[in-house]
């Protein structure tokens, strides 16, 4: 059984659904955490977490590496 895992975090939500369009565009299945609470009570940064199965993790990884080159 496959499970969502952690690919990449991003500092704000629009980059982490570039980054979920980018992986979608490439047959891979990728969802968005935490859009809408990136920050702690006490003002540290959170993230943004795309998320992937753990299947496809090792390509996403790849993939957004290459990409951002």
Known sequence: MSVLVE????????????????LESH?????VFDAQSNL?????MVGVRLMVL???????KRLLTEHDR
């Open 7 to 22: 690919a990449a975090r991003f500092n704000w939500a629009y980059q982490a659904d570039v980054a979920r369009t980018f």
């Open 27 to 31: 047959g891979l299945h990728a969802v």
């Open 40 to 44: 702690y009570s006490d003002g540290a």
């Open 54 to 60: 753990d299947d496809d993790l090792e390509l996403a």
